[in-house]
């Protein structure tokens, strides 16, 4: 699908977007009282991205400190993987990121998810460090970075 509609989130979103989160990550997921606490914190923003029917379908949320920027999830429906609602909401955190006044973008992302992992990488982000064991699961994690 093309054309998603972006637009910030808010508390009202927290279910809607726990569920996204649930549904795209199953067990690692954070769970839904971890996505409405992001929702509530004052560094923290989140943008939504919704399908022709209004539905949300994906969310970014990410944390801003000066000049950086770390990314906390990106997640999408598993319906609607693969059609462009991941790249869409990326691109508009490192806009809205440049438009700030951010330098630096980070993330986190686990090594074996070799699709997630192109994607950022598609969108200027860099592997500088791995943290091993990082995930539940024992997945390493691999920091990525996106100088804007």
């Known amino acids: 699908m093309t054309g998603w509609r972006l637009r910030p989130a808010a ?3 927290a279910e809607a977007l726990a569920a996204i989160e649930a549904a795209a990550f199953g067990p690692a997921s ?3 009282r971890a ?3 992001g929702l509530l914190e004052r560094l923290v923003s ?7 029917a209004g539905a949300a379908r994906g969310f970014l949320m990410w944390r801003s400190a000066g000049d950086e920027a770390e990314i ?3 997640a999408v429906a598993p319906a609607v993987q ?3 609602c991941a790249r869409a909401l990326l691109g508009a955190l490192l806009a809205a990121a440049r438009g700030a006044g951010v330098r630096s973008v980070f993330l986190e992302v686990d090594a074996g998810k070799k699709g997630a992992i192109a994607l950022y990488a598609g969108a200027g982000f860099s592997p500088v460090s791995r943290r091993r064991r990082y995930y539940k699961s024992g997945a390493d994690a691999l920091v990525m970075r996106a100088d804007l």
């Open 35 to 37: 996505v409405a606490d």
């Open 30 to 32: 954070w769970g839904g």
């Open 11 to 13: 508390k009202a979103d």
């Open 72 to 74: 906390l999830t990106l």
């Open 46 to 52: 989140a943008i939504v991205a919704e399908d022709a």
């Open 82 to 84: 693969r059609q462009g």
